[in-house]
């Protein structure tokens, strides 16, 4: 589709998800395109539904609209249903069952892994973010405040703020754009970026402290077990930027962060220096993402993970 009015012909119901554990792309684009409705089209009835998105995020207007849940909607009908930032049906956060009722399914994202789900398709893995895949699927003209101020936050997180190879000049030029509504952007930044509270600080600092290099230095791996997770009094939420954090060290190319989600059940997150396709080892362990960041779902023990994770990689950076 060229524009995003194509797909609201006869349309009266929109659902709108993100996927599990949303992040600062997934909430930007999902509030970006419910603000746009809400503000262009009144007539619409539209809905969001996200997992409980952290309260970093506050400040994106109408975050008190969104659906956390399905309890007491679960035979909703919906004439239309857009995911926005999810790879993968299966990664379709608490609305999934919404998505396979509705009458028009629609998939906007921009994962190189994503192979289309959707009745209708609008993938662009060269983009550096759904909400600016998003953003070129809009009317400018039409856009507002409050939905500018959610697609800029959706893309500063997406490409790092502005530091990952998929940044491009039309990325770029787009922030330039939403910048001119007025918003302040580097409040945004700080605040949903980089502020960390002194807890999340600490465990930084612990996940540095105990980080091991492997592979002659060029992978790092750091790692939280659920026993330290709960004696900080930390969930997943909180442990956003450890693997950033991570991939700057010297030398580096691949950076890991395993985190024990439950008992011999671990989140992993990859980040790469450009080396090393990591959406393919995620992919390879049924996740998926992008060339320099990926992650994925693994059971066993820790070791069992790690070893798993790092000889993938190894056959990359041996050119297998």
Known sequence: MERI???LENV??????GHLRPDGDCIGSCMGFYLYLKHNYPELEADVYLEEPKPVFSYIAHMDDVFHDIQGREDMVYDLFVTLDVSSKERIGVAGPLFDIAKKTVCIDHHVSNHGFGQINHIRGEISSASEVLYNLLEPDKIELEAATAIYTGIAHDTGVFQYSTTSPDTMRIAGELMKYGFNFSKIIDHSFYEKTYVQNQVMGRVLAESIMLQDGKCIVGYMKRKDMDFYGVTGKDLDGVVSQLRLTQGVEVAIFVYEFEPQFFKVSLRSNGI??????????GGGGHMRAAGCDMR???YDVIN???AEIEKQLLGE
Do not use: C, P, R
């Open 12 to 17: 009266k119901t929109v659902g709108i998800a």
């Open 276 to 285: 090393v396709d990591v959406s393919k080892v995620a992919v390879f362990f």
């Open 308 to 310: 798993n994770l790092t």
């Open 300 to 302: 066993g023990s820790m």
């Open 5 to 7: 009015h194509e797909i």
